[in-house]
């Protein structure tokens, strides 16, 4: 593949550091950016307020709630599969185990998203980033 011509200036990403491409926010639409970028051969840095890529989506929203409702499911189909002739008794809910596995489930996505960010060399930024100018983002945060 070559290398597009679409980014034809050098973004200036803090007082000491500069890229081909800045992308703002580390959600799903982000990361995908920021890695075809770079499959593509583009310098890029990607700059968002969570220390974790993947969004709200990942982080605290879609995916643990899916993992939530998995365990409602299992219990649920436990509830049922007595039609089938096997009984279970009633569920004993742990709700440090339940956290915990919403966590691993999390977590497991959230450090699968640094590897590949890591692979592709893409610089990840923790801040909340604003333009400050044409070609330049400032970068406020940790």
Request: with cysteine.
């Given at each position: 593949?070559?290398?597009?011509?679409?980014?034809?200036?050098?973004?200036?990403?803090?007082?000491?550091?500069?890229?081909?491409?800045?992308?703002?926010?580390?959600?799903?639409?982000?990361?995908?950016?920021?890695?075809?970028?770079?499959?593509?051969?583009?310098?890029?840095?990607?700059?968002?307020?969570?220390?974790?890529?993947?969004?709200?989506?990942?982080?605290?929203?879609?995916?643990?709630?899916?993992?939530?409702?998995?365990?409602?499911?299992?219990?649920?189909?436990?509830?049922?599969?007595?039609?089938?002739?096997?009984t279970?008794?009633?569920?004993?809910?742990?709700?440090?185990?339940i956290?915990?596995?919403?966590?691993?489930?999390?977590?497991?996505?959230?450090s699968?998203?640094a590897?590949?960010?890591?692979?592709r060399?893409?610089?990840?930024?923790?801040?909340?980033?604003?333009?400050?100018?044409?070609?330049?983002?400032?970068?406020?945060?940790?």
């Amino acid at each position: 593949m070559t290398k597009p011509d679409v980014v034809s200036e050098i973004a200036t990403v803090s007082a000491d550091g500069v890229a081909q491409l800045v992308v703002l926010g580390g959600g799903l639409g982000g990361y995908t950016a920021a890695f075809r970028a770079a499959d593509l051969g583009l310098d890029v840095t990607l700059i968002d307020s969570r220390a974790t890529l993947g969004g709200v989506c990942l982080n605290v929203g879609c995916i643990p709630s899916k993992a939530l409702l998995h365990l409602a499911k299992v219990i649920d189909e436990v509830r049922h599969v007595g039609e089938a002739g096997l009984t279970f008794g009633a569920p004993q809910v742990d709700f440090d185990g339940i956290r915990a596995f919403r966590d691993r489930t999390t977590g497991r996505l959230i450090s699968g998203l640094a590897g590949l960010a890591k692979r592709r060399k893409v610089r990840v930024v923790t801040g909340e980033g604003a333009f400050t100018g044409p070609n330049e983002i400032e970068v406020r945060g940790p």
